[in-house]
Every structure is written in C-alpha cells, then in structure tokens.
C-alpha cells in the first residue's frame, strides 16, 4: 500500500525531493503506485526530469513495486535505471528486499 498522496503533478515530485535534501536523505523511495500514469509518459518528461534532479542535487531515487521495472522501460530510461545499480541516480526494484540486496551489492 502507498504511504502518502500521489505524486503526479511535476510540481509534487520536485517538492519531495527538495524535502529530501532539506533532511539529508541520500535516498528518495517511491512505491510505483504513488507516480502517476503520466510520471512514465515519455511525452511529459516527468522521469527524466526527477532523474536530473536528483543527480543535480546529489539524490537516488528508488522506483519501488510490480510495475516499475516495465514503466521505466516504457518512458526509454532503462539505461538510466541500469546506472541505479551502479550508483546511478534512479534505481528500480520490484520490492524493499530486493531494493536491499541492490543496495547491498552497490557497496
């Protein structure tokens, strides 16, 4: 179940993420239900932005749930997500545990 309002209104992901930073988090994670539908549309640009911001602003951002891994590859981010792994800005991962084994293995 996603914790908190959906986030799909630009305005509402930059917020979180400026939130982010204000705590000093160094990781923002986002149940995929949270994001909507037009967060993956390429036409909106919305996952290419919020992966730009959170390089600009020293963030990761972690795509969490069943659908993320296919809605990343839909909006033609795969290979920023593939960076995730690596240390990269944007990580996706069907689930926390395995949100934490990719985690783990990054170190």
Not at 12 to 28: H, I
Not at 42 to 71: Q, S, Y
Request: net charge negative; with cysteine.
């Amino acid at each position: 179940m996603p914790s908190g309002p959906p986030l799909s209104e630009r305005g509402a992901v930059a917020g979180l993420l400026d939130e982010a930073v204000a705590r000093g988090a160094e990781l923002v994670v986002v149940p995929v239900e949270r994001l909507g539908a037009d967060f993956f549309a390429p036409r909106t640009g919305m996952l290419g932005e919020a992966v730009r911001r959170c390089r600009d602003l020293g963030l990761r951002l972690a795509v969490v749930g069943d659908a993320a891994h296919r809605a990343v590859e839909e909006a033609g981010l795969r290979d920023a997500a593939g960076e995730g792994a690596h240390g990269g800005p944007l990580l996706v991962a069907a689930t926390i545990p395995a949100l934490a084994a990719r985690l783990a293995g990054a170190h």
